[in-house]
Antibody
C-alpha cells in the first residue's frame, strides 16, 4: 500500500538549517509529484511547492522561494525539503503529499507530518 | 494567488443531520482542458488531512456515498447527507488549477 513516512518531530535552533524527509513506498516513486505543505497550529494549509522525482523539476510558491529547497534521492525513494535560516515563523507541521494524475492532481496520500519547533 | 473562501467556518450539527459547506474561489477553476481541479479534504484531530472528493464531484476510494460534491467555475459545495460521528473534523477545499495551489481556511464540523 502507498505510504509516505515522515519523522514525527524536529527541534531546530534558530538560524540552523533543517532537512525534512519523506520516504515513499508502495508505488513507483518517479511517477508522481511530491508536494510539501505547511500548517501552523489552528491555521490552514499553505502549499510550499512540489517536485517531480523523475527529473527533479520543481515548482515553488513565491512566498517560500529562498526559504525552502526541494530535492529527491531516487535510490532511496525519498523526498527532502531543506528549510534555511529558520525562525519562529517556521515552527509548524510540514506534510508531504502525493499528486496522482488519476485523481485529478489531488493529494491522494499524505504523510503523517513532521512537527518542526524552532527554539533556542 | 487564488483565494478560496469557505463558509461557514464553524458548522454545529446533530448526528443524522444534513450538512452543507460552501467554497468560492476568486478566479474560475476551470482549466483550459475543460477540467476543474477543485478538491475536498477532511482533517480529523491529530491526523493529517485525507482526500474525500477530487475534481468537484468524484469520491475518492473508500469515501461513503453520503458525501457529495457539486459546483462549477467559482462556486462549489460539499454535502454530507446524514452526518455520522466519524465525519467530525475540519473540511478544506483546495484548488490545483492555478499555481500556487491554495486552500480554504477550513470549516469545522462539530456537534451541537
Amino acid at each position: 500500500q502507498v505510504q509516505l513516512q515522515q519523522p514525527g518531530a524536529e527541534l531546530v535552533r534558530p538560524g540552523a538549517s533543517v532537512k525534512l524527509s519523506c520516504k515513499a513506498s508502495g508505488y513507483t516513486f518517479t511517477s508522481c509529484w511530491i508536494n510539501w505543505l505547511k500548517q501552523r497550529p489552528g491555521q490552514g494549509l499553505e502549499w510550499i511547492g512540489n517536485i517531480y522525482p523523475s527529473d527533479s523539476y520543481t515548482n515553488y510558491n513565491q512566498k517560500f522561494k529562498g526559504k525552502a529547497t526541494l530535492t529527491v534521492d531516487k535510490s532511496s525513494s525519498t523526498a527532502y525539503m531543506h528549510l534555511s535560516s529558520p525562525t519562529s515563523e517556521d515552527s509548524a507541521v510540514y506534510y508531504c503529499t502525493r499528486f496522482y494524475y488519476v485523481y485529478g492532481d489531488s493529494m491522494d496520500y499524505w504523510g503523517q507530518g513532521t512537527s518542526v519547533t524552532v527554539s533556542s | 494567488d487564488v483565494v478560496m473562501t469557505q463558509t461557514p467556518l464553524s458548522l454545529p450539527v446533530s448526528l443524522g443531520d444534513q450538512a452543507s459547506i460552501s467554497c468560492r474561489s476568486s478566479q474560475s477553476l476551470t482549466y483550459s482542458n475543460g477540467n476543474t481541479y477543485l478538491h475536498w479534504y477532511l482533517q480529523k484531530p491529530g491526523q493529517s488531512p485525507k482526500l474525500l472528493i477530487y475534481k468537484v464531484s468524484n469520491r475518492f476510494s473508500g469515501v461513503p456515498d453520503r458525501f457529495s460534491g457539486s459546483g462549477s467555475g467559482t462556486d462549489f459545495t460539499l454535502k454530507i447527507s446524514r452526518v455520522e460521528a466519524e465525519d467530525l473534523g475540519v473540511y478544506f477545499c483546495s484548488q490545483s488549477t492555478h499555481v500556487p495551489l491554495t486552500f480554504g481556511a477550513g470549516t469545522k464540523l462539530e456537534l451541537k
